[in-house]
């Protein structure tokens, strides 16, 4: 079994900043690109960032420059550190992770629970 548990989200206010943490536990052989996607009400589920094992990242066009993406491998710990939120950045923050349960298996995408992200003033 395979769990993803996020942490971090709450209501900020615009201009504010929040972090993000998702922990991966269990049976992981290897744990591959990690990610951030995200869903506001009505709309579909969008790529945040993602990190590979190495440290390569990827952004949406609409938080680069706001959105870092980290991750910790001793840990199995991914982070977004959210700065400058507008308003349009609401919704609700999945962490993914793409991982390798044992030797010789396929990798599998796990999903966390969600985390809600309000930006409000």
């Known amino acids: 079994q395979v769990q993803l548990v996020e942490s971090g989200g709450g209501l900020v206010q615009p201009g504010g900043s929040l972090r993000l943490s998702c922990a991966a536990s269990?049976?992981?052989?290897?744990?591959?690109?990690m990610g951030w996607y995200r869903q506001a009400p009505g709309k579909q589920r969008d790529l945040v960032a993602s990190?590979?094992?190495?440290?390569?990242?990827n952004y949406a066009d609409s938080v680069k420059g706001r959105f870092t993406i980290s991750r910790d491998n001793a840990e199995n710990t991914a982070y977004l550190q959210m700065n400058s939120l507008k308003p349009e950045d609401t919704a609700v923050y999945y962490c993914?992770?793409?991982?390798?349960?044992?030797?010789?298996?396929?990798?599998?995408?796990?999903w966390g629970q969600g985390t809600q992200v309000t930006v409000s003033s």
């Open positions: 993914n992770a793409n991982l390798r349960t044992e030797i010789g298996r396929s990798s599998n995408n796990y």
């Open positions: 990190i590979t094992s190495d440290g390569s990242t």
């Open positions: 269990g049976r992981i052989f290897r744990l591959n690109v």
